[in-house]
C-alpha cells in the first residue's frame, strides 16, 4: 500500500523538529519567556532591504506572466548569468551560466546533486559532525552512506580515517564548511589534504571522486577567516549553495548547483543535473526568487549580529564552565555534554527551558548544538538557566 522507508521517515520527525514542537507546547504551558528555544537554523536576522526592493520592482512590472511564469527546467538564462558572474568576480572560478543548474535551496542541489551521480554500489563519504538530513538524502539516491570522525581538538575531518574510507566504490565526499553543527570552518591546509586523499584515490583506483561542497552558511564567517573555494583546490568540485541563511530567507527555497569548469564529464554530469531534476519533479526553482536571488546577488548577511550573539554565548557559557568549539563560522555552538549521553543531557536541560540538540543526531555523541540565530535578548534571559544546569550537575 505504502513504501515503508518513506513511512518511517515521514511519521518520524527529525529531533531537532520534536525539540521544537516541544518547546511551542512548553511555552503555551508556562510562558514564552521561561522557553529558550535554540532547536532550529531559522535565522533571525530579517532578509537585507534589497530583497524587499527586488521584489517590489517585480511586482510593479505591466506583464507579471513573466515573472510568474515557468522559467527553463535550469533556470532563467539571465539569472545564471549573474550568479556565475558573482562567482567568477569572487572567487575568478570561470564558472560559466551552462554549469549552474537554479534549485529550491540548498536541499534540493544535494538531492539533485545526488541522483544526478549515484549509481548501484555507490558510496558517499560523510564528515562527522554533519547535518542530518545527509543521510536522508544519500539513501534516497541509492547510495550508501560513510561516516568518517572528526578530530575532537580541531573539529576537522580525521584524515587518517578518510584515507582509509575512501575505497573503489566511493563516488563522492560531502564537505560543509562552515560547518553546522560545529561553526568550525576548515582550514585551507585541511581542504587541501582532502583534495590530495581524493586525488591520489581516484589514481589509484581510475575514478574520479566528486566533492560536494555544502554551502548554505558560505558568508556567515567571523574575523576575517579565510573560506576557500573548492573549486580551486579540487578539480572534480559540484557546490551545492543557497541563500537560505546569508540572505535570510529559508523559506522561499532557492539556491544553485555550479559545476566545475574543470569538473571531469562536465557536460555529461550538467545533462545528469538535468535529468535528476526533471526525474524529482522540480520543474524549475521558484521563478520570482531566481530573479530576486539574481538582483541580490551580491548582497552580505548582517554578520554583526550574529557576531554579537556569538561572543555573548560563547564567552558566557565558557566562563560558566561549559567546554565549547569556538565557532568561526555559520550561526551554532557545539557544546560538550555534561554527561556521557548527550540524549540525557538534552531532557535534563528541558527542565530549565533549554532546547539544545543532541549530537548524536549530527554523527558526534558527546556534543549538543546551540543554534545562536536567535534574539540576543533571548540568550542574555537564557543565561541563568544555562548557570542551573552546570550547577545540577555538580550537587
Ligand atoms: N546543508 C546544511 C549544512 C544545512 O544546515 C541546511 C539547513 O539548515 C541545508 C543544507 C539545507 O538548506 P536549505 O534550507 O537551503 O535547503
Redesign the pocket.
Known amino acids: 500500500m505504502y513504501n515503508k522507508t518513506m513511512y518511517e521517515l515521514g511519521s518520524h520527525r527529525s529531533v531537532i523538529r520534536d525539540l521544537f514542537e516541544f518547546g511551542k507546547k512548553r511555552a503555551a504551558e508556562v510562558g514564552a519567556d521561561k522557553v529558550y528555544d535554540f532547536s532550529l ?1 531559522n535565522p533571525n536576522v530579517p532578509a537585507p532591504d534589497g530583497v524587499k526592493e527586488a521584489a517590489e520592482k517585480l511586482f510593479a512590472l505591466p506583464d507579471n506572466t513573466v515573472v510568474h511564469g515557468y522559467t527553463s527546467a535550469q533556470g532563467d538564462a539571465d539569472v545564471r548569468k549573474a550568479v556565475a558572474d558573482s562567482i567568477n568576480a569572487r572567487f575568478s572560478a570561470g564558472v560559466t551560466p551552462d554549469l549552474i543548474y537554479m534549485t529550491c ?4 542541489s ?1 538531492t539533485v546533486t545526488l541522483n544526478a551521480l549515484c549509481e548501484k554500489g555507490d558510496e558517499f563519504i560523510l564528515l562527522a559532525p554533519f ?1 542530518p ?1 545527509y543521510s536522508v538524502f544519500v539513501k534516497a539516491a541509492g547510495g550508501t552512506p560513510v561516516v568518517v570522525p572528526f578530530d575532537e581538538k580541531t573539529f576537522a575531518p580525521d584524515l587518517t580515517a578518510l584515507e582509509k574510507a575512501v575505497t573503489p566504490h566511493t563516488k563522492g565526499i560531502i564537505v ?1 564548511s562552515p560547518n ?1 553543527p560545529s561553526g568550525a570552518v576548515y582550514s585551507r591546509k585541511t581542504l587541501e589534504k582532502i583534495a590530495d586523499i581524493l586525488s591520489a584515490a581516484g589514481e589509484k583506483f581510475g575514478t574520479h571522486i566528486v566533492l560536494i561542497a ?1 554551502e ?2 558560505r558568508e556567515l564567517v567571523y574575523d576575517d577567516i579565510e573560506v576557500p573555494y573548492l573549486m580551486n583546490i579540487y578539480p572534480d568540485t559540484v557546490v551545492c549553495y ?1 541563500w ?1 541563511k546569508s540572505l535570510s530567507m ?1 523559506g522561499e ?1 532557492i ?1 544553485y548547483i555550479a559545476l566545475s569548469p574543470a569538473l571531469n564529464e562536465k557536460e555529461a554530469v550538467y545533462a545528469a543535473v538535468c535529468g535528476a531534476g526533471r526525474a524529482l519533479g522540480y520543474v524549475c526553482a521558484p521563478a520570482l526568487f531566481q530573479r530576486i536571488a539574481a538582483a541580490c546577488v551580491n548582497e552580505l548577511p548582517d554578520i554583526e549580529a550574529y557576531r554579537r550573539n556569538r561572543d555573548l554565548i560563547y564567552s558566557s557559557l565558557t566562563e560558566m564552565g561549559y567546554d565549547c568549539v569556538h565557532p568561526d563560522g555559520a550561526f551554532y555552538l557545539f557544546v560538550r555534554s555534561l554527561e556521557p549521553d548527550a540524549n540525557a543531557f538534552s531532557d535534563r536541560a528541558k527542565n530549565y527551558g533549554l532546547l539544545i540538540v543532541p549530537g548524536d543526531t549530527f554523527g558526534a555523541p558527546g556534543y549538543v548544538r546551540i543554534s545562536y540565530c536567535v534574539s540576543y535578548e533571548m540568550i542574555k534571559r537564557s543565561l541563568p538557566a544555562f548557570r542551573a544546569l552546570i550547577d545540577s550537575y555538580k550537587k
Open positions: 537554523g535551496g540548498a536541499a534540493a544535494l547535518f538530513e560543509n553546522n555544502d548554505p552558511y543557497s537560505s529559508p527555497r539556491g
